[in-house]
T-cell receptor
Framework: GESVGLHLPTLSVQEGDNSIINCAYS??????FIWYKQESGKGPQFIID?????DKRQGQRVTVLLNKTVKHLSLQIAATQPGDSAVYFC???????????FGTGTKLQVIP | EPEVTQTPSHQVTQMGQEVILRCVPI?????FYWYRQILGQKVEFLVS????????KSEIFDDQFSVERPDGSNFTLKIRSTKLEDSAMYFC????????????FGPGTRLTVL
């Protein structure tokens, strides 16, 4: 089966700095990856996704990088703001299936 | 902006009792999901539902669990005989299509089994 892990349980960054959250996955068949943000007391919120035929995708202030060779992905947040403080989950899925396997989460703390 | 809603926000029940958690997915979505999150742990997939039947389920989703779409708007998760270890946040999600598509999550129901 798939296991998805995050390298650090907590990440503290200064407001305005860039944040990088890393994630590793185990199943080489996984071909769709999603980053979710979860604020306290709320459900996961979609941030950005990437398919395995890409190695980089950019959104508004966020970039996801995918390295299929080492089964690693990262989320980069530019100019981190206090509102970015949350738990971030990476998740993986396989095309044709609805099941999404979540990682354990990294708590991002933004220091004003 | 359309959103997934869930009721109740918090459910307290005695061990062995049946509970029904309710969700109203986004109206034009076709795929529906239940996930759970034990306090401080990761989100775990339970089940996906499409075209009035279960399309996928995890090993967590045993005979104590069932899902239903009783009408055109609601999607429910029933736990027949709750156990202490069922205490968790339960999230409903929906998506416009299956496979590689964005799932929208509801705010969750906190289930506490005493």
């Amino acid at each position: 089966g798939e296991s998805v892990g995050l390298h650090l349980p907590t990440l503290s960054v200064q407001e305005g700095d860039n944040s990088i959250i890393n994630c590793a996955y185990s199943n080489s068949a996984s071909d769709y990856f999603i980053w979710y943000k979860q604020e306290s007391g709320k459900g996961p919120q979609f941030i950005i996704d990437i398919r395995s035929n890409m190695d980089k995708r950019q959104g508004q202030r966020v970039t996801v990088l995918l390295n299929k060779t080492v089964k690693h992905l990262s989320l980069q947040i530019a100019a981190t703001q206090p509102g970015d403080s949350a738990v971030y989950f990476c998740a993986a899925s396989i095309q044709g299936y609805q099941k999404v396997t979540f990682g354990t989460g990294t708590k991002l703390q933004v220091i004003p | 902006e359309p959103e997934v809603t869930q009721t109740p926000s918090h459910q307290v029940t005695q061990m062995g009792q049946e509970v029904i958690l309710r969700c109203v997915p986004i109206s034009n979505h076709l795929y529906f999901y239940w996930y759970r999150q034990i306090l401080g742990q990761k989100v775990e997939f339970l089940v996906s539902f499409y075209n009035n039947e279960i399309s996928e389920k995890s090993e967590i989703f045993d005979d104590q669990f069932s899902v239903e779409r009783p009408d055109g708007s609601n999607f429910t998760l029933k736990i027949r005989s709750t156990k202490l270890e069922d205490s968790a946040m339960y999230f409903c999600a929906s998506s416009g299509a299956g496979g590689l598509n964005e799932q929208f999550f509801g705010p969750g129901t906190r289930l506490t089994v005493l």
